[in-house]
């Protein structure tokens, strides 16, 4: 199973919407497990009622040691002054525990956004939180090859290589649009796409052939090699499994490897 953790901030639930399409698409493959979580919110209640906030969407609240359980996890916000709000940055500061073990090293993430205008800062915001992904180790899959609608200028469309995104105007009353939505699934289908090739490569194990390859990319020779093996036998053996290591990495998917 690939593990994938769709994990947001909203205030008007416009991102608690998109997440829901980018969920859609990471359950089309049959082999991925995905949840979603918000993080806590950092506004005492009476400011988000002169805010005339909605209740929070009825989704677990996570906590950092949970990220550690993920493959691969796709991070949602509403842009705030350009960049990722103070709810979701306290969150992420509480990863420090997480980074000092190396807990994230060799995961995948992604960003999906919303703003209130079309130049408010949605590329701003992943650009400035890709760094989080940097100091943690973490690969930033970007929302790159099926991006659709790319490049159509008949109506307002949110999101862009960086990741799927809605414009929701000044008062955030606008719906998510269907493109808006077509696009936040094709984010969801790509990166469990990606995850999963990792995910599925790095669990071979050839037992038959003694290599070993653990969650790390470890090659372990299993080859208990005795004083009594003959070393002509051992040198072949050894010729052969540096040429499985290097179609590994060539093919690097597991069904096709084990076939031979
Ligand atoms: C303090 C604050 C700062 C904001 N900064 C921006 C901004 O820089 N650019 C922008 O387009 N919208 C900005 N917005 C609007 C939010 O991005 C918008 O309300 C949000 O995308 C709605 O998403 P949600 O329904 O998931 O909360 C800001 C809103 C607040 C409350």
Redesign the pocket.
Known sequence: MTKIFIVIY???????QLALEVKKGVESDPEAEVELFQVPETLPQEVLTK?HAPPKPDIPIITAAKLAEADGFLFGF?????TLPAQFQSFLDSTGQLWSTGALKRKFGGFFF????QH??QETTAFTSVTYFAHHGVNFVPLSTGLPYQGETSEVIGGSFWGSGTI?GSD?SRPISEKEKEVARVQGKEFVEIVGTYVRGTKVSIVNDEISVDNNNNYTNNDVSTTTQDARTRSIKKEKNEKKKKRFWICCKSDSFLDD
């Open positions: 909203t205030t008007y639930t416009h991102i608690y805010m509403p842009t705030r002054f350009g919303s703003t209130s205008g408010g800062g929701t955030a």
